[in-house]
């Protein structure tokens, strides 16, 4: 079938649709499609499958795998067509058994040409593409049907894959008009919104996984437990509890409970220090389902730390179920931390980046400590960075310096938004003080910035 009678048939069905679209990211699109319609139409269907097949040679890899869900009927029907062995990537990784997030038959280093229906920024592909790596399986092509010209085709070659579409936007477009279905002014309103909504590579190498993905990949115990409960209760949000006394902070956990993932501590700032503070801490976070976070940031040479972290006064091997570690000594100090044999009830999180205006975190340093936070992948569950992810894709991304008021606190502190930290920056998990204990009603505003925060995570996916 020529191309121009394809495009014309797929927009007879609707799978090209004109119009105020509003997209995942929350921008207004003047068009839409939607593949998901095809599986109505299986001569269409096949016709598609038809043309994709054609751009490829099956001499060149082993297997073809469809970006989950709209293009598996796509390879499917190429699978069948050419007689090509099929893989499949599990849109959720599994919980319980294999973990496998492909299924199919395969060995390691057999080659995989990976198809979608829509390339915007690329990322859904690469995410396959990491998939299908991390099974052990290599990755050099991908094929779409349609390229909404945003960039994703670009930032996909820039990472060294052979990438081909079988028709772009603008000759989608071109076609439409020149057939008198759509007239020259919305031509002109696609292509304007085009040049105006390319999404750069930067942005791509920001966007993480999903928190079923990362959980899939997270080694520590206490990793799988927060996410767990993150999925569970809805919430990424981490309150820090940042009271002087200790019954301003067990009244902040209670009201503060049911919307949060994470409290966090400094309890060597709390005035009226008492062992029974603790206990009373604890069972709080048991009756809300949230765990806590002690900020201590360790900070020395490994023998000093090992006894900040076991000494009495404030037992912090003892409850906490993360706390967070300087490496400007070095990986030794985490070696040291590991050495006390408490760090299977407790996960570190390394300090990359700080949120400060004029932090010494320069870019060597924050990759520094992310590589040995991957170097310490069993007891380091995450890092606290701004503009970085964690390298090991079972590790999380904490940030603090989030406010939805203020941009700043005339002492060096510097705030972003939540959907700048999820949706540009990759989070996974925000850090929220004063924003939330110095509000009138914490419970209220902590609530507030939970339902924020999980429509941001939403809205990246
Ligand atoms: P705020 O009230 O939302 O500004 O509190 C931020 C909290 O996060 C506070 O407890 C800091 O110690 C912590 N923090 C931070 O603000 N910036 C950093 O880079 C790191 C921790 Br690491």
Known sequence: MEKRKLILNLFEIGIIQFGSFTLKSGIQSPFYIDFRRLVSYPNLLKQVGLELGKLIDKSQF????????????????????????MLIK??????????????GVFEANQTCLII????????????????????????????????????????LRAKGFEVKALFSIKQLADVLLEEGKIDQQLHNKILD?????????????????????????????????????????????????????????????????????????HVDNLEQYEDSFIETLKSISKKHNFLLFEDRKFCDIGSIVMGQFTSDSYNISEWADFITVH????????????????????????????????TLTDLNYTNKAIQISQDHKDIVVGIVAQNHRPKHKGQLLFTPGINIDIKGDNLGQSYNTPQVAFNQKGTDVMIVGR??????????KAEEYKRIGWKAYNGRL
Do not use: W
Not at 64 to 82: D, N, R
Not at 229 to 246: A, F, H, R, W, Y
Not at 435 to 444: H, Q, S, V
């Open 116 to 155: 979608d229906d829509t390339i915007t920024s690329g990322i859904s592909m690469l995410e396959v593409a990491d998939a299908l790596k991390t099974e052990g399986l290599k990755c050099y092509q991908m094929l779409s049907v349609f390229d909404r010209m945003q960039g994703g085709l670009e930032n």
């Open 62 to 85: 082993d297997f073809i795998c469809g970006v989950p869900y709209a293009a598996l009927s796509l390879s499917t029907t190429i699978s069948l067509e050419q007689n090509i062995p």
């Open 193 to 265: 919104f085009i040049s105006a909504n390319q999404v750069p590579i930067e942005k791509v190498e920001a966007k993480s996984l999903s928190y079923a993905e990362i959980q899939s990949q997270a080694i520590h115990p206490n990793a799988v437990k927060l996410l767990d409960i993150m999925e569970s209760k809805q919430t990424n949000l981490c309150c820090s509890g940042d009271v002087s006394s200790c019954e301003d902070l067990l009244r902040l956990a209670d009201e503060v409970g049911p919307h949060i993932s994470l409290l966090k501590t």
């Open 435 to 444: 924003g939330i204990y110095k509000a009138e009603k914490p419970g209220i």
């Open 90 to 103: 599990r849109k959720e990784a599994k919980k319980y058994g294999t973990k496998k997030q492909i299924e």
């Open 327 to 358: 490496v400007v000594a070095g990986s030794s100090s985490l070696s040291a931390l590991k050495s006390t044999n408490k760090l299977n009830s407790c996960g570190l999180i390394v300090v990359a980046e700080m949120s400060t205006v004029d």
